[in-house]
């Protein structure tokens, strides 16, 4: 099946990782080699396994090109910068990879910007600041949660949104960060969130049926539904390929909005609910899972996989779902129940149907 190996291959190797991480993360735990390798004592929790992934992906020369290549974020980036970076401010940067939003920030006139990163790439971020005579950045090798300040700072940056938007530990580790070391006022960028799970039809001939849904040339496969994995992962399909889906079956509608000044990570619902009203008939193949964040209101950076100014190298979710029909009018009923929203493993959907009203006759 070509198109579902492309769709996984191209969602990037990230989710994959954090995946696999998910699965084995009880197993490391116990093997005290692998548990050395990684530079862990003891017992090794979801968070710590996870934090050691995230230090050796994101120090991978190609993750950092393929943000730093994507134009649509870079320029969301440096329009937040020049409208929200003041000179003499104090700026944090969380996750600063190869310092470039430090370095902007910098150039703005801060007096003193903090590069914060517990990847290896920040010996890379040193060094490309200096060949650009970047001065007013200090370099911290560390996690956030292990940063301190003398005094407050008035500006956090940060770009911690993973393709499913929660799945780099956004919330906790910009609101943890918040509550410590930003001054009252201050300003975090980007702060302002919404969150999309939108009924989908994929494209004939690129859809990927459950295998219990197959009949391939008289062989039916129907005996298998009894077979269902319980793997999580096997109900979302990862892409990053904008021509895949052929469109929404509602109108997108944003199912969460909410803004990091202000949340905390208890603050976000465990289970969202919301309708939708058919107005392109056809196929129901899964949920879209994507997000816009937002900027004053007007400077926006999306990963809607229908939108021809999406930042492209943010890939986006379909979380499966059992093939159906849909008329125009009918009215799809949505629950997301969630475990924790840094892990896709533990989010669940299920939808209602509810057909749209017979026309009444003439007459009648």
């Not at 191209?10 to 990684?38: D, N």
């Not at 017992?43 to 994101?58: H, I, K, L, P, Q």
């Not at 060949?131 to 911290?140: K, M, P, S």
């Not at 993973?162 to 702060?191: H, Q, W, Y």
């Amino acid at each position: 099946m070509p198109h579902l190996s492309l769709q996984r291959f191209s969602a990037g190797v990230f989710s994959a990782g954090w995946r696999f991480l998910a699965a084995c993360r009880r197993r490391i735990g116990s093997r005290p080699r692998v548990a050395a390798w990684l530079g862990l004592k003891g017992d090794v929790s979801a968070e710590t396994s996870y934090r050691a992934y995230n230090g050796r992906m994101f120090a991978d020369f190609h993750e950092q090109e393929r943000m730093l290549a994507d134009q649509r974020r870079m320029a969301f980036y440096h329009a937040a910068i020049a409208r929200h970076v003041q000179p003499g401010d104090r700026v944090v940067d969380l996750g600063t990879g190869t310092g470039i939003l430090a370095a902007w920030a910098a150039r703005r006139g801060a007096a003193q910007v903090y590069a914060i990163d517990h990847s290896e790439i920040i010996t890379q971020a040193r060094s490309v600041a200096a060949a650009n005579g970047i001065r007013n950045v200090a370099f911290v090798a560390a996690h956030s949660s292990a940063f301190t300040v003398d005094e407050p700072v008035d500006v956090i940056l940060h770009e911690q949104m993973g393709d499913c938007l929660f799945d780099e530990g956004m919330v906790a580790n910009v609101t943890e960060l918040r509550d410590r070391v930003l001054k009252p006022g201050g300003l975090i960028v980007p702060s302002r969130f919404e969150f999309f799970c939108e009924p989908i039809k994929v494209r004939d001939g690129r859809v990927v049926p459950f295998i219990w849904e197959l009949d391939v040339h008289g062989y039916d496969y129907a005996s298998l539904e009894w077979h269902r994995p319980q793997t999580p992962g096997y109900y979302r399909l990862a892409s990053g390929d904008p021509t895949l889906i052929e469109h929404f079956l509602g109108v997108p509608e944003p199912a969460l909005t909410f803004d990091l000044q202000t949340i905390t990570p208890a603050g976000l619902p465990r289970a969202i609910t919301f309708t939708r009203t058919v107005v392109n008939a056809g196929r129901f193949d899964g949920y879209a899972v994507f997000f816009r964040a937002r900027v004053d209101g007007d400077l926006t950076l999306t990963t809607d996989p229908l939108d021809p100014e999406r930042a492209p190298h943010w890939g986006y979710r379909i979380l499966r779902v059992d093939r159906a029909e849909f008329a125009a009018g009918d009215e799809i009923d949505v629950t997301l129940t969630i475990g924790s929203w840094d892990d896709p493993d533990t989010w669940r959907w299920r939808q209602v149907k509810r057909a749209a009203p017979e026309p009444t006759p003439c007459g009648a």
